[in-house]
């Protein structure tokens, strides 16, 4: 007996997740999205995985591009992460959103971000109306300068009390 997508997003709007910020290029420039499915899966590898719509822009995007960066966002970010979510408009112009820097490797990142993880694409898998791309991480840093993270809670944006 399958449940209905209204029970199943109620339940899961319960689980709280960190939010992050995908960026990848779109020719010349980029394009940016908010994602809250991503998972650690190996340190031998290091591997990460990211779950995009197939119908997104983001989704075509990352088919293309192969490699990406994930920005971790903070409570400072907030604002950012909604734009990231909710305008699809803002999405196609992210330097214009905010503070930002092109790697050594061509990502896109964000300053202020808590930290960021730049990949390769290594594998793709259907996952429903979502695709998995399992990432090779080939570089990452920690920011000293934010501390408390953003989490997506119940359907608000919320600091990590600590």
Known sequence: MAIDATLYKQVMRRYATGVMVLTVRDGK??????????TSVS?????????LEKNARSHELLQEAKTFALNILSEAQAELGKTFAYDRAARNEPRAQSAHFVSARGELLFKDSLG?????VVAEYAGGDHTIFLGEVANAAISGAAMTPLIY????WEALAR
Do not use: D, K, Q
Not at 116 to 120: A, K, L, S, V
Not at 153 to 156: D, S
């Open 116 to 120: 960021y993880f730049e990949c390769r």
């Open 153 to 156: 809670f119940l359907g608000e």
């Open 43 to 51: 340190l031998e590898p290091i591997l990460l995985l990211v779950c």
């Open 29 to 38: 420039n980029f394009h940016a999205v908010t994602v809250n499915s991503v």
